[in-house]
């Protein structure tokens, strides 16, 4: 069940970065047309917005990342390990606990940037910088979703120590 949500998380999350990704690439494609045709001129906001989709996908990406567990590792300590299936699992707790603190600082941090940024400097029509800047606490909340998921399924799996037994 926990392996099902997990893998569902780090689709969904992989389909919504790519879609924000292939839009970002569209308006800057649609911009550079835009710019040949007299008495056009392109779209004022097309590199705000694309940084912004760039910046909106990597954040959700990295929910996805939490719930699948492939987050940068120190390959050193699990080549040490790796005779202790055991210390596999206390440093991927220790590394899932350590994510959890980190994107709950993240969430709440976000959430004051957010809610503090209401002035209007946004090149992108009717956005207010508040606006843009929630995907801080929605990325922080999705991730802590995502490494508490993989912290149940690292704690609750079979290791390979139970299963010779």
């Known amino acids: 069940m926990l392996t099902k949500i997990q893998k569902?998380?780090?689709?969904?999350?992989?389909?919504i970065g790519a879609v924000l990704l292939a839009v970002m690439f569209l308006v800057i494609m649609a911009n550079v047309v835009l710019r040949l045709i007299p008495n056009i001129g392109g779209f004022s906001w097309y590199m705000e917005f694309s940084q912004y989709a760039n910046v909106w996908a990597m954040l959700i990406g990295a929910a996805g990342i939490a719930a699948a567990g492939t987050n940068l590792r120190v390959e050193v300590i699990d080549a040490l390990?790796?005779?202790?299936?055991?210390?596999?699992?206390?440093?991927r707790v220790i590394v899932d606990l350590a994510l959890i603190v980190y994107?709950?600082?993240?969430?709440w941090s976000g959430y004051e940037l957010a809610t503090r940024a209401r002035q209007?400097?946004?090149?992108?029509?009717?956005?207010?910088?508040?606006?843009?800047y929630m995907i801080f606490p929605v990325a922080g909340i999705l991730c802590i979703i995502?490494?508490?998921?993989?912290l149940l399924v690292t704690v609750t799996e079979k290791g390979k120590e139970e299963e010779t037994v």
């Not at 995502?146 to 993989?150: K, L, N, P």
């Open 146 to 150: 995502g490494a508490v998921i993989h």
């Open 120 to 132: 209007a400097v946004s090149t992108m029509p009717q956005f207010t910088m508040g606006q843009v």
């Open 81 to 91: 390990l790796e005779r202790f299936p055991w210390g596999l699992r206390v440093t």
């Open 8 to 15: 569902t998380m780090d689709t969904v999350t992989t389909a």
């Open 103 to 107: 994107y709950a600082i993240l969430t």
